[in-house]
């Protein structure tokens, strides 16, 4: 699934094309794409409004109308892209007719949405704080850690808390931070909470100049990849040697997920 640098870098790509474009149509051709406004409702509000503006907030690509804000889930597999037509590629899931182009939201497996809001705070306020922001300091995520018993990991994929981090930026964060995934919030001294505010945004700083980490289903553009993945010292390296200590990576579940780790840098 996309995490920050990916969506952030869609976002990159995409702005220059539709910023001052004005909307023509809309088309869901995937009856459910719309996740929170009915189908007449989104056309009414939407058509032959301009594009203001566009962001990335949490995971979401927001169109910013002068009525009202358009966030696009991408999920597991969402594609969202400019074209001159509308492709002939399969799994379109919703077309959006604009000035001079079309922007496509591709999804194979369909779990991508569009939302439609009035109002920014409505939308904001569901989400945790940006860690690339101005709210993200050291003191902040010092008092986040202590003032919970949390197992790091969770807390840090909670997206009510912090939003945009996913499994793969954890995992190098703590992995840079050297704290285990499983340690508990609230003992993770002052040192260790500072080392990992600061690999946090190091390391999503990082993987937004190499345009994210593509595995397998996340591209920009017609189809290019993100090359973050040569860059990774932990995620994904199950009985490779530490790139800091040579001890073997394990790999546990940690918050339900696959969560790589060094036993010697990061004890608990
Ligand atoms: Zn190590």
């Known amino acids: 699934m996309p995490e920050l640098p990916e969506v952030e870098t869609v976002v990159r790509h995409l702005k220059p094309d539709l910023v001052g474009q004005k909307i023509l149509s809309f088309q869901s051709i995937w009856p459910k794409v719309l996740g929170n406004v009915h189908k007449k409702y989104f056309n009414d509000v939407i058509v032959g409004r301009n594009i203001l503006d566009v962001n990335r907030r949490a995971k979401f ?23 001159d037509n509308i492709p002939t590629a399969k799994h379109i899931s919703a077309v959006f007719r604009l000035s001079d182009k079309m922007l496509i939201f591709q999804d194979t497996r369909k779990f991508g ?40 990991k969770a807390l840090l994929l909670d ?14 964060a703590l992995w840079s931070a050297r704290i285990h995934p499983l340690i508990s919030s609230n ?28 595995f397998i289903n996340f591209t920009f553009q017609d189809g290019v990849p993100g090359s973050y ?3 990774l010292q932990v995620f994904d390296r199950k009985g490779l040697p530490c790139k800091r200590c040579e001890t073997v990576i394990k790999k546990i579940k940690a918050a339900g997920r696959g969560t790589y780790f060094c036993p010697r840098c990061q004890k608990i």
């Open 187 to 214: 003992n993770i001294s002052s040192v260790k909470s500072n080392r990992l505010h600061e690999s946090i945004k190091v390391i999503l700083e990082q993987a937004i100049a190499y345009n994210g980490t593509t």
């Open 159 to 172: 997206q009510h808390i912090i939003a945009g981090l996913g499994n793969i930026y954890v995992d190098e």
């Open 229 to 231: 993945r040569n860059q």
């Open 113 to 152: 949405r569009v939302y439609w809001y009035d109002q920014w705070a409505e939308f904001d306020q569901k989400h945790g704080v940006e860690p690339l922001g101005e709210l993200f300091t050291k003191n902040w995520l010092q008092q986040s850690l202590q003032g919970r018993k949390r197992q790091v």
């Open 61 to 83: 690509i927001v169109l910013h109308l002068d009525n009202g804000f358009i966030p696009i889930h991408l999920r597991m597999t969402g594609r969202l892209y400019t074209n």
